[in-house]
């Protein structure tokens, strides 16, 4: 089945304490990306990755940082939380975004809390 | 840069009634066009999209959109909502040649029996 993981679905942690939430597609797309959604703020893109070893920075990516080393896998790394970074994640991916035309698939989210 | 604004951020519905989510977009340059649903719990996913062509766009689960150019919308229509069609709905634009996708705020519809 054509899926986007994500894990872990929850996260409770304490501020400064290194997470790692990992994502993974198994559609060989090229384009993956990670977004946060807040009420009333929607989603907004945090980092994305055109491909292998291509990384740029998104609308909001004071706090994270990402990796893309295999085309499968596009972790989310979060060296120091803070409670501003609570908040519900969500990876996805698409075939080749450059063009603007492919949809993109979700993942089913990581809700992470920092206190 | 493209920008989206979902007019509704709430909008409470009778079950078989009509419903229309509105949906603004800015942008300078030619735009591709998307709505999503988000049932809870669950990622969004694609319940249409507007690339080019026929101005009416129809997708899943009896949903449509029209794309007016003129006006800078691409507001969602169904004629006859469902209980199971309450969740968050998200309008969503990408610029033709560029390489990111702005999301609205949503629009929450609740279907009441």
């Known amino acids: 089945e054509a899926q986007v993981t994500q894990n872990p679905r929850y996260l409770i942690t304490v501020t400064g304490k290194k997470l790692t939430v990992t994502c993974s597609q198994n559609m060989n797309h090229e384009y993956m990306s990670w977004y946060r959604q807040d009420p009333g703020l929607g989603l907004r893109q945090i980092y994305y990755?055109?491909?292998?070893?291509?990384?740029d920075k998104g609308d909001v990516p004071e706090g994270y940082k990402v990796s893309r080393k295999e085309k499968r896998n596009f972790p989310l790394i979060l060296e120091s939380p803070s409670p501003n970074q609570t908040s519900l994640y969500f990876c996805?991916?698409?075939?080749?975004?450059?063009?603007?035309?492919?949809?993109?698939?979700f993942g089913p989210g990581t809700r992470l809390t920092v206190t | 840069a493209q920008s989206v604004t979902q007019l509704d951020s709430q909008v409470p519905v009778f079950e078989e009634a009509p419903v229309e989510l509105r949906c603004n977009y800015s942008s300078s340059v030619s735009v591709y066009l998307f709505w999503y649903v988000q049932y809870p719990n669950q990622g969004l996913q694609l319940l249409l999209k507007y690339l080019s062509g026929s101005t009416l766009v129809k997708g899943i689960n009896g949903f449509e959109a029209e794309f007016n150019k003129s006006q800078t919308s691409f507001h969602l229509r169904k004629p006859s909502v469902h209980i199971s069609d309450t969740a968050e709905y998200f309008c969503a634009v990408s610029e033709r040649g560029n390489n990111d996708m702005r999301f609205g705020a949503g629009t929450r519809l609740t279907v009441k029996p």
């Open positions: 996805a991916s698409s075939l080749r975004l450059a063009g603007g035309t492919d949809e993109q698939y």
């Open positions: 990755s055109m491909n292998v070893e291509v990384t």
